[in-house]
């Protein structure tokens, strides 16, 4: 549908995008406990997701079903590093831990994927690229820290804490597999198959929690958080961040993952009346030319890819 070029330069336009549609997720994360349980939630988000994909992509997926048949563990490793760790086990870290403690965890994400990136995919990252990430490194943990650097000696570590660990080395290795394990499949088909490899890893997982006695009776509210959390960080962030992956490659994309703090700033000021301080615009005028600098290429060439 669109040539070469103009993938490229949506691509690049689009994973600016990315981070603030996963910033809901912080949202939805501090509205879940006392409404939905962390498993519940994540399996109705991907199964609503899954179907909605799964609909728009029917005719793929049929034609398709004997290559995804063939591969299906493929999509059940994907699942449970995208839909299980880093889907229901950051809902249940965010029961214990601080907005502050995420955001310093999952900042290490994009230095994870970029060296996995070049070490295990075979990338190429220029040193330009490599002063762009320690740039944005800087202005995330200024927003972290509130621009308070002595604050980092008095982070206080909880079990939560060890949940977000795991999701952010899930995250690196979700975001690498995808591009170690090379799809014919277009993005939203792909993203189709993945969600239902989550849902199958999620539902034992789900059963149990209906399990115990104290578990929250279904809601509207309930209702409401999954169909946000399927809709804009589930099916709208996954969807870009997969795409682009296949247009840029693992290390360019995940560097815009730095942009998550400082939009999540801005979406807990916007929604949670929490304010905005300095060290937020401080740490923009880091984050933001970081990012640039790592993304920003010459003019590309005929690029190939499997996207239809």
Sequence with gaps: MFRPESRHRL??????????????????????PGVVEPHMLALGRWALAGALLTIMARAELWRERRSIAAVWPQYVVL??????????????????????????????????????????????????????VLVAMAGVMHVIVKGQWMALTHVQWVAGDGWIVVAMVSWAGYALLQKKWPSSLS??????????????????FALWELSLTDTPAWSRQATGLTVVAALVPGLGAYWIYGWSQKILGASRVAVTLYLGPLYAAVAAWGVLNEPLGWHHLAGAALILPGVFLVTRTAAPGPVASTDR
Excluded: D, H
């Design 11 to 32: 691509a690049l336009a689009l994973i600016w995008v990315t981070p603030a549609f996963w910033a809901v997720n912080y949202i939805v994360a501090r509205a879940a």
């Design 79 to 132: 699942g449970a590093l995208g839909m299980l760790v880093c889907g229901a086990w950051v809902y249940q870290g965010a029961k214990t831990t601080v907005a502050m403690n995420i955001a310093l965890i999952y900042s290490a994400s994009p230095v994870l994927i970029a060296l996995g990136a070049v070490a295990w995919l075979g990338e190429r990252f220029a040193p330009r690229q490599a002063l762009g």
């Design 187 to 204: 993005a939203t088909a792909r993203l189709a198959a993945i969600c239902w490899g989550g849902v199958l890893v999620l539902l034992p």
